[in-house]
């Protein structure tokens, strides 16, 4: 079983994957909580450092450097687990491409040809939330107009992003989890949406 756990920045995505595997491990399942950019693999360590660096790649190239990461983490990490039955939770899966990078302006044809090998995941849960309360849960309040003008470009962004999320999930037929509320609230709910499921 391979469940996925996507959102914009600061909707809850690590807090909730985390509940959810610690609520499995109390029912005695085997689970490996993962997630991307990898933290483990060579593929995201450079991923990361050069998603922080000022020369910032070309979108196509973050697309590719994201789809080099995941094949990595498919090939060590996913599909060995899943293989030993075991219920792999990951944080951020190739829905983060076609909503991150498409919004970037990389073609849809693109990101599905260097996607198209990975497996699909069994379950992908959006954790849906205003940009707003994202926006306070990882930074706080603004200091000084500087910061008040940056957040608001990264509203508008987490806007878009927000809305490129509901129109996949639309199509996929994610579970769509309101992020708002306490941790434990959000997970109850995380954890009703998968009831059926096994
Ligand atoms: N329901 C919640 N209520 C209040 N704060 C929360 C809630 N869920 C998570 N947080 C806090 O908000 C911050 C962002 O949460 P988290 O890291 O889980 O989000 P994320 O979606 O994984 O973000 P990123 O995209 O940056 O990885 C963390 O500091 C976390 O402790
Ligand atoms: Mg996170």
């Given at each position: ?33 993962t997630e991307e950019p990898t ?160």
């Open positions: 079983m391979f469940i996925v756990f996507e959102g914009i920045d600061g909707s809850g995505k690590g807090t909730q994957a985390r509940m959810l595997a610690d609520h499995l491990i109390r029912k005695g399942k085997k689970i490996v909580l933290k483990e693999l060579f593929t995201g360590y450079f991923t990361r450092i050069i998603l922080r660096s000022k020369d910032t790649p070309h979108p196509r190239t973050i697309a590719l450097m994201m789809a080099a990461d995941r094949n990595e983490h498919v090939e060590k990490v996913i599909r060995p687990a899943l293989e030993a039955g075991e219920i792999v939770i990951s944080e951020r899966y190739y829905w983060s491409s076609f909503v991150y990078q498409s919004l970037q302006g990389v073609s849809d044809d693109f990101l599905n040809y260097i996607n198209r090998e990975f497996p699909k995941p069994d379950i992908t849960i959006l954790i849906d939330i205003d940009p707003e309360t994202a926006m306070e849960r990882i930074i706080g309040r603004a200091h000084g107009n500087d910061g008040l003008v940056q957040q608001f470009e990264r509203l508008e962004f987490l806007r878009k992003l927000r809305r490129k999320y509901l129109e996949i999930a639309r199509k996929e037929g994610f579970l769509v989890v309101d992020g708002s509320g306490t941790p434990k609230e959000v997970h109850t709910r995380v954890v009703a949406a998968l009831e059926g499921y096994w």
